[in-house]
C-alpha cells in the first residue's frame, strides 16, 4: 500500500504530450442525460400502457386486422389514391401550362381554379360534388350547334365514388398546378437560351433540357402529396364509400368496438405510408443526381441520360 | 452563299421598354476575323452579341448573319420574322458560349457535347460521342467526358461549354464575357482554347474584357458606349492609340 502511494507518481512513466498534439474534450452535460431519461420515461409509459390497458382490446385488433371488408376497404383506399393522383397530376399539367401562359385570360381562369381549389376545405368540395345534382339536376351532353345530343341524369352519375374521385382529383389538381409550376420556375432562363443556341426545336428542349431539370423540385414534392393523399381519402368515408375508414366503421357501428378498429384502420395507413416513403426517398435519390456531386464510379457505370 | 461566317449589322436598334439599349450599331465581321467588343457595363455589347443569334430581336436595321438576313425575311417594304423551325436552322449555324456556361447540369459533360449533333442534327450517337471525345480533348478535357457539371470547375465546365457549342460545326462563335464568371487563375485555360480556336480560322465575335487577348488575338475592335459604337477599328492599333476621348477613358481605367 505505502509502496503504491510512494512509487507510482514517480515510476509510471507520464506521457510527455505536447499541447498541439493533446485531444480536446467536450464533457457530457446534464441536459444531455436529461434528454435521454425524459424520452425513455414516455416512450416507455406508452408502452406500458397500451399493453397494459385491457379497452385496447389488442385481440379484438388482430382478429379485424385481416378482415375481408378491411382488406376490401384497403384496395379501395389504393384505388382512390392511385386514381386521383393521375387525375389530379394531368389535371395539373394542363393548369401549370395554363397558368405560366403569356396570354392573361388563360393564366387567369388557371389562378381562379386554383385559388378557388385550395382555398376551400376538401372535406367542403367532397360533399359539395356528392349533392351537385341538386344544382344541376339534368345536364346534356351534346355536340354544339346540332341535334345530338344525350341527356344525363346527374344525382345517378354522381354515387359516392364518383364524387369522390371528383372531388380529390380536382382538388389535388390545384395542388399539382403549383408544384409543377414551382419545377418550371426552378430552372434558370440560361438553360433555355443554351438550347435555343444550339438549334433546339421548342419540344427538344422541353423534353431532354427542361423537363429533366423540373424533376428534382417536382418529384419529391409529388410523393409527399401522394402520402397526403392516401390519408386524404379517409374524407370520403362521410360519403360512405367503403374505403379503409368506412369499412372499420361499418364494423364498429356493429360491435361497438370503436376503439380496435380505429387502431387496426391506422396501422393500415402507417403501414402503406411507411411503404411508399421507400420509393419515394429512391427516386428522390435518382432525380437529384446532378445537383449532389455524385461518386464518379456511380457516375460512370449509369447509362446516358439523353 | 450559305454559312460563310460573316456577320453584318448596319444601324441597328434596340429598346427594352422606354430604354433604347442599342442606338444605331455597324458591324462587319468577314469570314475567320476575329472581333472583340469592349465597353462599360450597360453599354449595350451584351445585347448586340445576343441579337446575332436571335436570342433578343432586333427592332429595326439590318443583321446579315452567314450571307444571309438572320431571323427575318425582306420584302419590300418589311422585315418579316420566320417561323421558328427556320430560325433554329439559323441559330445552328451559331455557336454561343455564354458567361454563366450554361451547361445542362442534367447531363455529363459529354452528353452536353453530343447534346446538338444528336438531338439537333440527328447525328448517329456512336459517330456523336467520338466527335465529342476529340473536343473535349481539344479543349483540354479528355476523359472527363463522364463527369456531370457540377464535378467540373469553372473553367472546365466553360471549356465543355466551347465544345458543346463547337459539335454543331459553326461558322461563327459569339463568345458573351466567357471568363468574367471565372476564378482569376481559371481565365487562361479557356483563353487558350479560344487563342487555339481563332488559329484555326473560326469566326469569333468576343464580348470581352480581357483586354490582353484582344490585343493579341483580335483583328478588330468596337468599343461601344451607351448603346452607340465609339470607335470601330484595327484591335492593336485601338488599343494603342485611341482616337476618341471616351475610348481613352475607358482604357486608362481597365488597363
Given at each position: 500500500?505505502s509502496?503504491?502511494?510512494?512509487?507510482?507518481?514517480?515510476?509510471?512513466p507520464?506521457?510527455?504530450l505536447?499541447p498541439?498534439?493533446?485531444?480536446r474534450i467536450?464533457?457530457?452535460r446534464?441536459?444531455?442525460?436529461?434528454s435521454?431519461a425524459?424520452a425513455v420515461a414516455i416512450?416507455?409509459g406508452?408502452?406500458?400502457?397500451?399493453?397494459?390497458?385491457e379497452?385496447?382490446?389488442w385481440?379484438?385488433?388482430?382478429?379485424y386486422?385481416?378482415?375481408?371488408?378491411?382488406?376490401?376497404g384497403?384496395?379501395?383506399t389504393?384505388v382512390?389514391?392511385?386514381?386521383?393522383m393521375?387525375?389530379?397530376?394531368?389535371?395539373?399539367l394542363?393548369?401549370?401550362?395554363?397558368?405560366m401562359?403569356?396570354?392573361?385570360?388563360?393564366?387567369?381562369?388557371?389562378?381562379?381554379?386554383?385559388?378557388?381549389?385550395?382555398?376551400?376545405?376538401?372535406l367542403?368540395?367532397?360533399?359539395?360534388w356528392?349533392?351537385?345534382a341538386?344544382?344541376?339536376?339534368?345536364?346534356?351532353?351534346g355536340?354544339?350547334?346540332?341535334?345530338?345530343?344525350?341527356?344525363v341524369?346527374?344525382?345517378?352519375?354522381?354515387?359516392?365514388?364518383?364524387a369522390?374521385?371528383?372531388g380529390l382529383t380536382?382538388?389535388?389538381a390545384?395542388?399539382m398546378?403549383?408544384?409543377?409550376r414551382?419545377?418550371?420556375?426552378s430552372?434558370?432562363?440560361?438553360?433555355?437560351?443554351a438550347?435555343?443556341?444550339?438549334?433546339?426545336?421548342g419540344?427538344?428542349?422541353?423534353?431532354?433540357?427542361?423537363i429533366?431539370?423540373t424533376m428534382p423540385a417536382?418529384?419529391?414534392?409529388?410523393g409527399n402529396?401522394?402520402i397526403?393523399?392516401l390519408?386524404e381519402?379517409?374524407?370520403v368515408?362521410?360519403?360512405?364509400?367503403?374505403e379503409?375508414l368506412n369499412?372499420a366503421?361499418s364494423?364498429?357501428?356493429?360491435?361497438?368496438?370503436?376503439?380496435?378498429?380505429?387502431?387496426?384502420?391506422?396501422?393500415?395507413y402507417l403501414?402503406?405510408?411507411m411503404?411508399?416513403?421507400v420509393p419515394?426517398?429512391?427516386?428522390?435519390?435518382?432525380?437529384?443526381?446532378?445537383?449532389?456531386?455524385?461518386a464518379?464510379?456511380?457516375?460512370a457505370t449509369?447509362?446516358?441520360?439523353l | 452563299?450559305?454559312?460563310?461566317?460573316?456577320?453584318?449589322?448596319r444601324?441597328?436598334h434596340?429598346?427594352?421598354?422606354?430604354?433604347?439599349?442599342?442606338?444605331?450599331i455597324?458591324?462587319?465581321?468577314?469570314?475567320?476575323e476575329i472581333?472583340?467588343?469592349?465597353?462599360?457595363?450597360g453599354s449595350?455589347?451584351?445585347?448586340l452579341?445576343?441579337?446575332?443569334n436571335?436570342?433578343?430581336?432586333v427592332?429595326r436595321g439590318?443583321?446579315?448573319?452567314?450571307?444571309?438576313?438572320f431571323?427575318y425575311?425582306?420584302?419590300?417594304?418589311a422585315?418579316?420574322a420566320?417561323?421558328?423551325?427556320?430560325l433554329?436552322e439559323?441559330?445552328?449555324?451559331?455557336g454561343?458560349?455564354?458567361?454563366q456556361?450554361?451547361l445542362?447540369p442534367?447531363?455529363?459533360a459529354?452528353?452536353?457535347v453530343?447534346?446538338?449533333?444528336?438531338?439537333?442534327?440527328?447525328?448517329?450517337?456512336?459517330?456523336?460521342?467520338?466527335?465529342?471525345?476529340?473536343?473535349?480533348a481539344q479543349?483540354?478535357?479528355?476523359?472527363?467526358?463522364h463527369?456531370?457539371?457540377?464535378?467540373?470547375?469553372?473553367?472546365?465546365?466553360?471549356?465543355?461549354?466551347?465544345?458543346?457549342?463547337?459539335?454543331?460545326e459553326?461558322?461563327?462563335?459569339?463568345?458573351?464575357e466567357?471568363?468574367?464568371a471565372?476564378?482569376?487563375?481559371?481565365?487562361?485555360?479557356?483563353?487558350?482554347?479560344?487563342?487555339d480556336?481563332?488559329h484555326?480560322?473560326?469566326?469569333m465575335?468576343?464580348v470581352t474584357?480581357?483586354?490582353g487577348?484582344?490585343?493579341?488575338v483580335?483583328d478588330?475592335?468596337?468599343?461601344?458606349d451607351g448603346?452607340?459604337?465609339i470607335?470601330r477599328?484595327?484591335?492593336?492599333e485601338?488599343?494603342?492609340?485611341?482616337?476618341?476621348k471616351?475610348t481613352?477613358e475607358?482604357?486608362e481605367r481597365?488597363l
Open positions: 500500500m509502496t503504491k502511494t510512494i512509487g507510482s507518481p514517480t515510476s509510471r507520464v506521457p510527455e505536447l498541439e498534439q493533446k485531444k467536450t464533457p457530457k446534464p441536459r444531455d442525460y436529461v435521454w425524459v416512450v416507455g406508452l408502452v406500458t400502457t397500451t399493453v397494459t390497458n379497452n385496447y382490446q385481440p379484438v385488433v388482430f382478429s386486422f385481416t378482415a375481408q371488408s378491411i382488406l376490401d384497403l384496395v379501395l389504393l382512390l389514391t392511385v386514381a386521383s393521375v387525375l389530379g397530376t394531368l389535371l395539373g394542363v393548369l401549370a401550362v395554363m397558368r401562359s403569356h396570354q392573361a385570360p388563360i393564366s387567369g381562369l388557371a389562378r381562379l381554379y386554383i385559388t378557388f381549389f385550395r382555398g376551400t376545405p376538401v367542403v368540395q367532397l360533399i359539395f356528392f349533392n351537385i341538386a344544382l344541376y339536376p339534368n345536364v346534356s351532353l355536340i354544339p350547334f346540332t341535334d345530338i345530343s344525350t341527356p341524369d346527374v344525382n345517378a352519375l354522381m354515387t359516392p365514388l364518383t369522390a374521385i371528383v380536382l382538388n389535388q390545384a395542388y398546378a403549383e408544384i409543377i414551382g419545377g418550371f420556375a430552372v434558370n432562363r440560361g438553360q433555355y437560351e438550347a435555343d443556341s444550339l438549334g433546339m426545336s419540344f427538344t428542349r422541353l423534353r431532354h433540357v427542361i429533366p431539370q417536382i418529384i419529391p414534392a409529388t402529396q401522394v397526403g393523399m390519408k381519402t379517409s374524407l368515408s362521410v360519403l360512405g364509400v367503403a379503409l369499412s366503421q364494423i364498429y357501428a356493429r360491435t361497438y368496438q370503436t376503439i380496435p378498429l380505429l387502431i387496426v384502420a391506422s396501422l393500415w403501414i402503406m405510408t411503404a411508399l416513403s419515394q426517398s429512391m427516386i428522390e435519390r435518382r432525380f437529384s443526381r446532378s445537383t449532389r456531386r455524385p464518379p464510379v456511380a457516375v449509369k447509362e446516358s441520360l | 452563299m450559305k454559312a460563310d461566317g460573316t456577320i453584318v449589322a444601324q441597328l434596340k429598346s427594352f421598354g422606354s430604354h433604347e439599349v442599342l442606338r444605331g455597324d458591324l462587319s465581321v468577314a469570314a475567320g472581333s472583340c467588343i469592349i465597353g462599360p457595363s449595350g455589347k451584351s445585347t452579341l445576343r441579337c446575332v436571335g436570342l433578343e430581336t427592332d439590318v443583321l446579315r448573319v452567314n450571307g444571309e438576313d431571323g425575311v425582306e420584302t419590300d417594304n422585315y418579316h420566320v417561323r421558328p423551325q427556320r433554329a439559323q441559330r445552328s449555324h451559331i454561343m458560349v455564354f458567361q456556361f450554361n445542362f442534367n447531363m455529363t459529354e452528353d452536353n453530343i447534346s446538338g449533333p444528336v438531338l439537333v442534327k440527328k447525328v448517329n450517337r456512336k459517330v456523336a460521342r467520338e466527335q465529342a471525345q476529340k473536343l473535349l479543349v483540354g478535357l479528355a476523359g472527363c467526358g463527369k456531370y457539371p457540377a464535378q467540373l470547375s469553372g473553367g472546365q465546365q466553360q471549356r465543355v461549354a466551347i465544345a458543346r457549342a463547337l459539335a454543331m459553326p461558322s461563327i462563335m459569339l463568345f458573351d466567357p471568363t468574367s471565372l476564378d482569376p487563375e481559371l481565365v487562361g485555360e479557356v483563353l487558350a482554347v479560344m487563342r480556336l481563332a484555326h480560322g473560326m469566326t465575335l468576343v474584357h480581357e483586354m487577348f484582344a490585343r493579341d483580335a478588330e475592335i468596337l468599343f461601344m448603346g452607340v459604337a470607335e477599328g484595327d484591335a492593336r485601338v488599343l494603342a492609340n485611341p482616337r476618341e471616351r481613352q475607358f482604357l481597365v
